[in-house]
């Protein structure tokens, strides 16, 4: 499978849907609005910095 910018981008956005789906489902206690206004945008600040390194890394790898 070859990933270009839309696969990563879906691919993205489906992780961060499933992780905040899975958030707002578990009995722990913490509302809604806590949820969607913290912890989804750290998730997705951490996922970029993450994608942005693995890219990197990968350009890396393919070059040497």
Known sequence: MELDLPKTVAA???II???T???M???MGMAPD???MMVVPSM???GAIML???VK???YRATN
Do not use: D, Q, S, W
């Open 21 to 23: 789906a899975g958030l």
């Open 52 to 54: 942005a390194l693995g």
């Open 12 to 14: 993205f956005i489906l």
């Open 34 to 36: 806590t949820i969607l």
């Open 44 to 46: 997705a600040v951490f």
């Open 17 to 19: 849907a499933l992780g």
């Open 57 to 59: 890394h990968g350009e």
């Open 25 to 27: 489902t578990m009995p």
